[in-house]
């Protein structure tokens, strides 16, 4: 049911864990299955994503997703990692089995949550960003 890349990224999490004094953190839920996902962000002076990390509570896609989600933005500008939607983590992960879905949208809205965080602690503005729920 599940890819080979999924199966790997789920026993062997990229990122886990968390940046204390993080530019950006991003906490979602996932209203479908009660899940937490939470993006730590370390951003530096050129808005470049030198470091992420995350912590997920939730199910075996959850974690693939986030892990694939963090090595795709990892040393991205804000800018970039803005393009890393659900669909990109799914296709870099070869796809996932459809009930699995809404697993992968939690990655992209706790990146969003965290580039928001920081946008908000530094006055600026990211284009195409918006107030998380
Ligand atoms: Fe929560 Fe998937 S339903 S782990
Ligand atoms: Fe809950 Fe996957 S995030 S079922």
């Not at 209203?31 to 996902?37: L, V, Y």
């Not at 470049?48 to 694939?68: E, L, P, R, Y």
Request: glycine share 10%.
């Amino acid at each position: 049911m599940y890819s080979e890349k999924v199966m790997d990224h789920f026993q062997h999490p990229r990122n886990m864990g968390e940046i204390e004094g993080a530019s950006g953190v991003g906490t979602v839920g996932n209203a479908k299955c009660g899940d937490i996902m939470r993006i730590y962000l370390d951003i530096d002076e050129n808005q470049i994503i030198q470091d992420v990390k995350f912590k997920t509570f939730g199910c075996g896609a959850a974690v693939a997703t986030s892990s694939m989600a963090t090595e795709l933005v990892k040393g991205k500008h804000i800018k970039e990692a803005m393009q890393v939607t659900n669909k990109a983590v799914m296709e870099a992960l070869d796809g996932l089995p459809p009930v699995k879905v809404h697993c992968s949208l939690l990655a992209e809205e706790a990146i969003h949550a965290a580039l928001w965080d920081y946008a908000q602690k530094n006055g600026i503005e990211i284009d195409g960003l918006e107030k998380p729920k």
